[in-house]
């Protein structure tokens, strides 16, 4: 079992930042793929950003390409998602999710039904 707990939403203005934290506990973090989704109202969940099971490789869908940066610590079991010039539609509810060495990762990184495990989500509201 692999425990997630995002922290880090909160309210921001439009063009604004925020930076949210996953901390895994349970396994060892450095054998799973970590990936962030959203939920906007009314909306599926959708795929964020995603980074392999060692720092390098990220993808990242392309309304959030050249604003958020996802980032890992294995030494430290979290993966943060870096976001700046925020906007109304960046309006969720963000989740982190992890998923053991999965194959293929490159072609299979955004099917949220890939990772076996989710945080709670953590809410992020950008007003205009």
């Known amino acids: 079992q692999v425990q997630l707990v995002e922290s880090g939403g909160g309210l921001v203005q439009a063009g604004g930042s925020l930076t949210l934290s996953c901390a895994a506990s349970?396994?060892?973090?450095?054998?799973?793929?970590m990936g962030w989704f959203r939920q906007g109202p009314g909306k599926e969940r959708e795929f964020v950003a995603a980074?392999?099971?060692?720092?390098?490789?990220?993808y990242y869908t392309d309304s959030v390409k050249g604003r958020f940066t996802i980032s890992r610590d294995n030494a430290r079991n979290t993966v943060d998602l870096h976001m700046k010039s925020l906007k109304p539609e960046d309006t969720a509810v963000y989740y982190c999710?992890?998923?053991?060495?999965?194959?293929?990762?490159?072609?299979?990184?955004?099917?949220?039904?890939?990772?076996?495990?989710w945080g709670q989500g953590t809410q992020v509201t950008v007003s205009s």
């Open positions: 349970g396994r060892t973090f450095s054998n799973y793929a």
């Open positions: 999710a992890a998923v053991y060495r999965p194959d293929y990762y490159s072609s299979t990184y955004y099917y949220t039904r890939l990772y076996d495990y």
């Open positions: 980074q392999y099971w060692v720092p390098g490789t990220a």
